[in-house]
């Protein structure tokens, strides 16, 4: 299982190239299912999440091919096989995207319940409550959903809480039913308006994407398109938070700091310079940063995923920050590892208490999931000595080229096999 070793105390200094997100390229990818033609994603990110994904279209029956500049060219038209397995599901939970188009267009679908993960329960009944809403019949059998449905109905949907990858496949089942679809309670996260652009960019009549009413006029067949993926706003954070850890000054290009102000205000908080230009975002972070206190909420609040990320940083600013996680039931279990590293951090239920201390000594780490992984990189980058970061398998699920990215930074970094 490869690792990474970390050498701490060097400020991150220079530019670096933000990919494509991963948390769009998914559900995009889930899109081609929707039709016979060809669909074409730039900007698309080399990462283990989006290989697991072009292995679960291809068992599928969808030729994928993806070459060495990031272009991903789907074709769906010889769609057989609607089955998503558990052994990719349990790999990654995003696979439940493919539900909502495989039982719009193909008529019937089986796909693996995703079970817990680490950072939580997560179930998808939102997802099965809107399926149903339009027509289709599902049972849950032997750990497998299947749905049917002859053809999908337009229904009005009002979700019971904001769910980001509910509302992607609520969205994409409505594309091609017959009649309207009205979701309450979308999920408004700069993704979902991805995915929504790329949907009319096929032939998919989407109002409202951004809001939380999105509105869908089905259609009776979509076509192909092609639509270049949005820049990774928890990449583009990673990677601020790791600035202002280490005292560094840093050019991030290919990005956009429209879709992270909630991270931004907080980085200013935390004393962070920042400026924007269109397709830019620099920090320069002088002196010790200042801790902050944060809540995670939906979009536009603050991302649940950056808020492993942030934790590293308090434990190393001045002052006492509370963190408070109210998506995911479990999303603490970086504050253990962090404490090895020497960070002074209380939890109790859904509520951390950092203490910043003035450094942190590296040790061996382990990464539970992808965002803590990034915590514990972000630490390892600042501690004293050295910091191995173990089963960063995780990290490699979302983050392209990171070892890559922090060394052109100035980081001494490198992965141990
Ligand atoms: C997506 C992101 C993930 C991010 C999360 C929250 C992708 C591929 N993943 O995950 O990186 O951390 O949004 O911003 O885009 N829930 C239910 N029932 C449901 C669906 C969700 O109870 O049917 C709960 C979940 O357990 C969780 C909350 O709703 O507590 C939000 O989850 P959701 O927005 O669905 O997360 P994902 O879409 O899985």
Redesign the pocket.
Known sequence: MDKLAIQGGAALRGEVRISGA???A??LMCAALLTRDPLRLTNVPHLR?VSTMVRLLAQMGVAATLDDRGALALDASGLGNPVAPYDLVKTM??S??VLGPLVARHGEARVSL?GGCA???????????GLTAMGAEIAVEHGYIHAKAKRLKGARIF??????????NLMMAAALAEGTTVLENA?R?P?VVDLANCLAAMGARVTGAGSDVIVIEGVERLSGAAHRIMPDR?ETGTFLVAAAATGGEVRLTGTDGTYLEAVLEKLREAGAELAEEPGTISIAMRGRPRSVNLR?A??PAF???MQAQFMALDAVAEGTGVITET???NRFMHAIELQRLGANIETSGNTAVVKGVAKLDGATVMATD??ASASLVVAGLVAQGETVVDRIYHLDR?YEAIEEKLSKLGARIRRVR
Do not use: C, S
């Open positions: 991963k948390n769009a998914l559900p999440d939970r995003a439940i995207l995703p950072i939580g329960l997560r179930p998808v009944d939102q997802h099965l409550k979700m019971d809480l904001v769910t980001v990858t509910g509302t992607e999920a996260e993704e928890i995670t939906p979009y991302p649940t995923d998506i995911f039931e992808l965002r979302g």
